[in-house]
C-alpha cells in the first residue's frame, strides 16, 4: 500500500459525460502528478500541483482540468468524454515537487466511457 | 524534448533464470534520473529500482540491477533468479533533474513472462 488513494475504483459513463477522479495524496505530501495510461498512449503525464499551484502541464487535453484543495487532495475533472478517454488515470504524490523525490502511486481509477 | 524507449513489447524467461530488459532514452540534459517501474496484473505502479545520472556506479536491489551507460544513454534491467512473482509489465521512466517538476516520462513498456 503506497499510502495514496484514488477513488473512485471503476467508472463506467457515457460519451458526453463529466466525471472526477479523487487522489488524496499521502500524508506530509505537498506534490500531486496525474498520468493517463492507455492502450493508445501509453503512461503519459499529464498535469503537476504543488501546495495547491499547477507546476507543470503535459499532454492535458482542454477538456480535462484539475486543481488541488488546501487539504492537498486534488481532483482530475474530465469533460465531454470520448471514447478515446478510457484509460487508466493515476495519481502520484511526493513531499516536494522535484527530481530527487519519489513518486508514490496510487491505484488508479478506470474509467471507460461507452 | 526527453524521450524513453523500450524496443521489446515482450520478454519471457524461464523460472531461476536471468533476464535483461532494454532501455535507451534521449536527452540533452546531464543531470536526470532513471528509474524501473513493474506493473503486475493489479495495475499497481511499483519502484524497482532507481539510478541517478551522476552516479558511476550500477543501481542494484537485491535481485535486480542496472546497466547504466550514460555516453550510450542505456539503461537496461536485469532480473536474476527470476521468480513467477515477477511476472509484470515494467516500465522505464526519465524524470529530469533541473526545473520544479519531477513528471516522470515514461517508455512503451515491456511484459515479462516468467516461465515455470
Known amino acids: 500500500d503506497s499510502g495514496v488513494t484514488q477513488t473512485p475504483k471503476h467508472l463506467i459513463t457515457a460519451t458526453g459525460q463529466r466525471v472526477t477522479l479523487r487522489c488524496s495524496p499521502r500524508?506530509?505530501?505537498?506534490?500531486v502528478y496525474w498520468y493517463q495510461q492507455s492502450l493508445d498512449q501509453g503512461l503519459q503525464f499529464l498535469i503537476q500541483y504543488y501546495n495547491g499551484e499547477e507546476r507543470a502541464k503535459g499532454n492535458i487535453l482542454e477538456r480535462f482540468s484539475a486543481q488541488q484543495f488546501p487539504d492537498l487532495h486534488s481532483e482530475l475533472n474530465l469533460s465531454s468524454l470520448e471514447l478515446g478517454d478510457s484509460a487508466l488515470y493515476f495519481c502520484a504524490s511526493t513531499q516536494g515537487g522535484k527530481a530527487y523525490n519519489e513518486q508514490f502511486f496510487g491505484p488508479g481509477t478506470r474509467l471507460t466511457v461507452l | 524534448a526527453q524521450t524513453v524507449t523500450q524496443s521489446q513489447p515482450e520478454m519471457s524467461v524461464q523460472e531461476a533464470e536471468t533476464v535483461t530488459l532494454s532501455c535507451t532514452y534521449d536527452t540533452s540534459e546531464s543531470d536526470y534520473y532513471l528509474f524501473w517501474y513493474k506493473q503486475p496484473p493489479s495495475r499497481q505502479m511499483i519502484l524497482v529500482i532507481r539510478q541517478e545520472a551522476y552516479k558511476q556506479q550500477n543501481a542494484t536491489e537485491n535481485r535486480f540491477s542496472v546497466n547504466f551507460q550514460k555516453a550510450a544513454k542505456s539503461f537496461s534491467l536485469k532480473i536474476s533468479d527470476s521468480q513467477l512473482g515477477d511476472a509484470a509489465m515494467y516500465f522505464c521512466?526519465?524524470?529530469?533533474?533541473?526545473?520544479?517538476?519531477?513528471?516522470?516520462?515514461f517508455g512503451q513498456g515491456t511484459t515479462l513472462q516468467v516461465k515455470p
Open positions: 521512466a526519465y524524470r529530469s533533474g533541473s526545473g520544479n517538476t519531477g513528471k516522470l516520462i
Open positions: 500524508s506530509g505530501d505537498l506534490s
